[in-house]
């Protein structure tokens, strides 16, 4: 049944993915994309591009004051970005304390001021390992704490929860979605690094897909 939802939207090709299942499954998507003070804004010009060229309504909004009260993170401190597959535990250094928590939380406060009925977000089975916030369980918990959060209960839904990246992908390709339109690197130079964890982990995707990524790489 067609919704009114808020997508959070980072620019990335998992959110990218799942702002068009959004608009295939037939909802009033309002994209929502967050500057909470990460590395560069590749991804955000990403989001503000591909939301102008579909007429969608979308929010960009700077939330970068949170970075005086955590860090820590090689996404948002001054922190070598760590290169490697998501496997590989020094990647838990990518971990922006309480982010989706935060994400979620005003995403959940936008959606009831429009009277929407869900927050979407892009989490999937491969962030597992390093992310407690993009686990089944904290899904569940957060969606539960959400429908009495408020007057007006908001789902919160992953749609890609149980999947991997290489499904997302497959799912992508298949709606026909043009990557070359979004950026997932950690780092926000001129072409992809291909070396850090979010650069191996797509470039994986498209291997296992037999595709080839869109994106220039420097490696």
Not at 60 to 86: F, M
Not at 117 to 134: E, K, L, M, N, T
Request: proline share 4%; with cysteine.
């Amino acid at each position: 049944m067609p919704q009114k939802v808020v997508v959070i939207y980072s620019g990335g090709m998992d959110s990218f993915t799942v702002l068009h299942k959004a608009i295939n499954d037939g909802h009033e998507v309002y994209a929502l994309s967050f500057n909470y003070g990460q590395r560069h804004v590749r991804e955000l010009e990403c989001a503000k591009a591909v939301c102008a060229e579909l007429g969608i309504n979308h929010k960009v909004v700077d939330i970068s004051a949170i970075n005086q009260l955590i860090g820590g993170s090689s996404l948002t401190s001054d922190i070598e970005v760590p290169e490697g597959h998501y496997a590989a535990d020094n990647m838990k250094s990518t971990v922006v304390p309480n982010r989706n928590m935060i994400l979620i939380s005003l995403a959940v406060g936008y959606a009831v001021s429009l009277d929407a009925q869900a927050v979407y977000y892009g989490a999937h089975s491969g962030d597992h390992f390093i992310y407690p916030d993009c686990r089944p369980e904290f899904v569940q918990k957060m969606h539960d704490v959400c429908q009495i959060a408020n007057y007006e209960p908001i789902a919160i839904i992953s749609p890609y929860l149980q999947q991997t990246k290489i499904e997302i992908l497959r799912d992508g390709l298949a709606m026909g979605l043009d990557y070359s339109k979004t950026w997932t690197c950690y780092n926000g130079r001129a072409k992809a690094c291909g070396k850090c964890g979010s650069c191996a982990e797509r470039l994986e995707a498209f291997t296992l897909n037999q595709a080839t990524d869109p994106l220039p790489y420097e490696a």
